[in-house]
């Protein structure tokens, strides 16, 4: 996609994150300039006890379990917004055949909400429910995503 265009950087808005907010695209453009980044994803932190494959990432099942505000935050890709720089992406790619995480890459945490992804009905049913409750408080009409 990127290598048959000739624009300088890519910007995709992931369409199953129907709670994204033009604040987010706003706030993650200029976090990606402002860093100079060559990628980025955005993410979710989240501050839980974590198991991989059975074994414990941010506690010890050996000791009591910290408040789950003393742990280190899990990070959860949530891919809502990712962008590239072509150049970066392009040599990468022709390197590795990989160019979704490439040169100066970091995340950019955008909240609990875009991690929701339709994905199945259940997932339309929650995000619909969320946006109906978001929408119904007069305070969030001008930032909805549903009125933008």
Known sequence: ????????????????????????IQ???????????????????MYRHTLIGGRPQNFDFDQPLSPTQDLIP??????SIMAWRSESFIKSYEISGAGLMCGNFKTFENGFTNLLAIKNQEDFQV??????????????????PTTL
């Open 74 to 79: 899990i990070e959860i890709l949530n891919y």
């Open 1 to 24: 996609m990127i290598a048959h265009r000739n624009v300088q950087k890519v910007f995709l808005i992931n369409p199953p994150s129907q709670l994204l907010k033009i604040k987010d």
């Open 27 to 45: 706030d993650a453009v200029k976090f990606f300039e402002s860093e100079r980044l060559d990628s980025l994803i955005t993410s979710t932190k």
């Open 127 to 144: 995000q619909g429910n969320y946006l109906e409750l978001e929408t119904s408080h007069p305070k969030n009409k001008e930032t909805s």
